[in-house]
């Protein structure tokens, strides 16, 4: 027996990237705690860090490769699995041309850093236009508002939570999910603290959720309405002369454009669709002008609807106008020592829009990837640049993305599937082989993107707990091995010394930093609170911000024409308004095979409102269809009063009942997927983002 041993190390889960000490022994676990000297996260954690050692040990993790054949799966060689990859790439792309080679990269590619560093090269490698990642389903439209307002699409505004005097929460719920777009680890505390310090939280949600719970005050809102009620408060605040310029009023373009424009929405207009009280609403806009530092955070809820677009850009712009943005308590820029966005200034790759359109649903671009609303569609329709092989790399896109089932339909009609991931589950099963990899405890760990978005500017790096076996590979090993059987050029790099090489060529910190630095102080250097940086850090030509793009000003035409239409609407065969929704104890949909996470009481059930209930004669517990244009679900009904009447709720991520997977406790508590519900073709027409806020259902005893 070896002595116990402690590690330090950040969590890679989710984005809060809490610092965790580890206590262990050869290779048990002893104890997952927060760690209290962490520059950012002093010791906070949730449920699910505890949960790393069941993936560890989890067995039924893969850990070599894994080909499908008439017998069922086989195992294979790494080397015959990756020229057997490389040879099927290269065929195909013979046949069909370059772009019938589809991929699809996950949530979890954020979160390793082997996938960011290697995962470019690999898909230049393959030089497909057919990229899809769950991006699509998530933050696209805050990237679309950055590009078109600062020039760049990861210019994030971040809230300083921790100086703000107000704090206005749409469509998030970091009380569960630790925030997002907005690294900030034990975020539940640092809301109590703006009340202690006098300050106020307000939340803007369709169910009063856990951060409802901390707040001062929770608003019902009809889903989808938020870019009316963001209107309206800006209406608000230019009505009552309470806008501010600041150090920025050199620097913004369209001043008077967005006055004009605001002028048609005031809060009586939109009261009735909003679901919010003309009182209210006036009210809200008030008191956000007038605190002394005020910051407005719209999350998922907001950006998956069918107006993302308008609401991630509405909520910079009721920042700005308000004098919050770039400013101290309001919404600040970051500078982390590997400034991704900062290098651009060398790469010149901020971002880009339109360049080209889908080829069946003719879908904008954006920054190289078209929405993955339309994947399974490039996968059936015959013709030109047909995806005919698919590659997905970290990511369910059969449980995370909308209309599931069509998606699944797709994938079974491919010639070729690889997919590069730790489990045999809901996606990777239609594979023809399965590249597994390491992960959480086995792998190194620099947040590349996280520490991007993150209310302090930190860095750290966790190094490997558990030496993976002789026989696994790390994602960027297999990457790095298809690309030089792609490219026919070997990358002499190992992720570590890549590494070492952005420290070197980042800009901000002095004295550079350096891998072999940051092993020194495991946990994290800290180089304070986040600082103004406009107009310097922007990328747009004139280095001004631009408050009313023509795509945005466009684009409300949509909207005002939703407006006529909710007002004649009265949708009598689906009544309800279908939300999501997320749970401590989950993430998205693959840590589902932890027995500590799932146990207890079953989670995946529909919320629905008591007078619904009543209505419909239906009783906590019971078992109800939910149907939708798309599919049908069955699943037990929680009743309550925490939702908005007329929208219920289901988690997403669920839907583990599915033949031919190995994930045996996630079968077990299988549950229904949300995304048998939701429809690929309802999207933000104007960033090509899914809209699975608000799909309609009716719901039967
Ligand atoms: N209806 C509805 N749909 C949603 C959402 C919603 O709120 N409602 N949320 C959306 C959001 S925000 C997101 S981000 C997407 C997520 O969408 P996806 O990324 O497609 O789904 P995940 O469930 O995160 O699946 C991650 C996959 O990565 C694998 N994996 C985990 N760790 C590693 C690793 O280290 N290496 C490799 N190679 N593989 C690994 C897991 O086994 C799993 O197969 O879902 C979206 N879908
Ligand atoms: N425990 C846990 N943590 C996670 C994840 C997880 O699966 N589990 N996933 C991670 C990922 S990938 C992400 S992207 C983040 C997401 O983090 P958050 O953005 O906090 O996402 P959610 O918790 O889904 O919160 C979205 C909120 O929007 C509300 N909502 C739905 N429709 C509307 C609408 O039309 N208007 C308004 N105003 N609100 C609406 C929902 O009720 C919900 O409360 O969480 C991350 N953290
Ligand atoms: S909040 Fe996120 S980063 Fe922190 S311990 Fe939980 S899953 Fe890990
Ligand atoms: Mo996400």
Redesign the pocket.
């Known amino acids: 027996m070896e002595a116990i041993n402690t590690h330090y190390r950040t969590c890679n889960l989710?984005?809060a990237m809490c610092g965790l000490e580890i206590t262990y022994q050869d290779k048990s676990i002893i104890s997952i705690k927060g760690d209290k000297k962490d520059a950012l996260s002093k010791g906070h954690i949730c449920p699910?860090a505890v949960a790393l050692q069941d993936l560890y040990h989890d067995k039924d993790r893969l850990k070599t490769p894994i080909k499908r054949t008439e017998n069922g799966w086989v195992d294979i060689s790494w080397e015959d699995a990756f020229d057997e990859v490389a040879a099927h790439i290269k065929s195909i792309q013979k046949k069909y041309g370059k772009n019938a080679i589809g991929s699809y990269r996950g949530?979890p590619t954020v979160h390793n850093v082997g996938l960011m560093l290697f995962g470019a090269p690999f898909m230049q490698s393959i030089g497909s236009n057919q990229k899809y990642t769950a991006t699509s389903v998530?933050q696209l439209p805050h990237h679309f508002a950055s590009l078109m307002m600062f020039g760049h699409y990861l210019m994030f505004p971040i809230p300083d939570i921790d100086r703000t005097d107000f704090m206005l929460i749409?469509?998030?719920?970091?009380a569960?999910?630790?925030g997002?777009i907005m690294t900030a680890p034990d975020f539940a505390n640092r809301l109590k603290a703006i009340k202690q310090r006098g300050g106020k939280v307000v939340v803007?949600?369709?169910?009063f959720?856990e951060t409802s719970k901390i707040a001062n005050k929770h608003h019902f809102?009809k889903?989808?309405a938020?870019a009316f009620l963001l209107l309206a408060l800006i209406h608000v605040v230019f009505d009552k002369d309470l806008t501010k310029q600041g150090h920025l009023q050199d620097h913004l373009n369209s001043w008077n454009t967005i006055k004009e424009l605001v002028k048609d929405y005031p809060p009586e207009k939109v009261a009735k669709i909003v679901g919010i009280d003309t009182e209210e609403i006036t009210a809200l806009a008030l008191q956000f002008a007038s605190a002394k530092t005020a910051v407005c955070y719209g999350?998922?809820?907001?950006s998956t609807?069918e107006f993302g677009g308008l609401c991630q850009w509405l909520v910079n712009v009721l920042n700005c106008v308000t004098g919050n943005l770039d400013a101290e308590g309001g919404a600040l820029f970051t500078k982390p020592a590997i400034d991704i966005v900062g290098m651009s200034k060398m790469t010149g790759k901020t971002g880009s829009f339109n360049k080209r359109r889908s080829r069946v649903h003719n879908l904008p671009e954006f920054t190289g990837e078209f929405p993955v609303a339309t994947l399974a569609d490039e996968i059936l329709t015959s013709g030109e640049d047909q995806i005919k092989m698919m590659i997905t790399i970290a990511g369910n896109p059969v449980l995370s993305t909308p209309n599931g089932k069509h998606l699944e339909e797709a994938l079974e009609s491919l010639e070729y599937m690889v997919a590069i991931d730790i489990y045999l589950n809901e996606t990777t099963k239609h594979a023809n082989i399965i590249l597994p990899t390491t992960t959480g405890l086995e792998t190194p760990l620099y947040d590349l993107v996280f520490h991007q978005f993150a209310i302090r500017n930190t860095a750290k790096y966790s190094e490997v707990l558990f030496k993976k076996t002789d026989e696994q590979r790390h994602d960027w090993e297999i990457l790095k091995a298809l690309t030089t059987r792609l490219s026919g050029q070997e990358n002499p790099l190992n992720l570590e010394q890549t590494l070492d090489y952005m420290l070197q060529f980042s800009t901000c910190q002095e004295p550079k930093l350096s891998v072999a630095e940051l092993k020194k102080h495991p946990h994290g250097l800290d180089y304070g609170a986040l600082k103004s940086q406009l107009p310097e850090r922007l990328f747009t030509e004139d280095k001004k911000i631009e408050l009313a793009h023509p795509l945005f000003i466009k684009d409300l035409e949509r909207l005002n024409a939703k407006f006529n239409q909710i007002e004649k609407e009265s949708n009598t065969s689906y009544p309800f308004a279908l939300?999501?929704?997320?749970?401590?104890r989950?993430?998205?949909s693959w840590m589902h095979n932890s027995e500590r996470l799932v146990k207890g009481k079953e989670r995946c059930t529909l919320i629905m409102h008591s007078n619904d209930a009543k209505a419909l004669n239906i009783n906590e517990g019971e078992n109800v269809t939910v149907t939708s244009t798309v599919g049908q679900v069955k699943l037990p009904v929680e009743v309550t009063e925490n939702i908005m009447p007329g929208v219920v709720?289901i988690p997403h991520?669920w839907g583990h009942h599915r033949k031919g997977t190995k994930i045996a406790v996630a079968q077990d508590n299988a549950g229904v997927s949300l995304n048998d519900l939701t429809n690929n073709m309802q999207l933000d027409v104007l960033t090509g983002n899914a809209d699975f806020?608000?799909t309609k259902v009716k719901i039967e005893a």
């Open positions: 989710c984005e699910k949530n998530d749409m469509g998030g719920n970091p569960v999910s630790n997002s803007v949600d369709p169910r959720t809102i889903p989808g938020d999350r998922l809820g907001l609807q939300i999501g929704r997320r749970h401590l989950s993430n998205n709720s991520g806020s608000g």
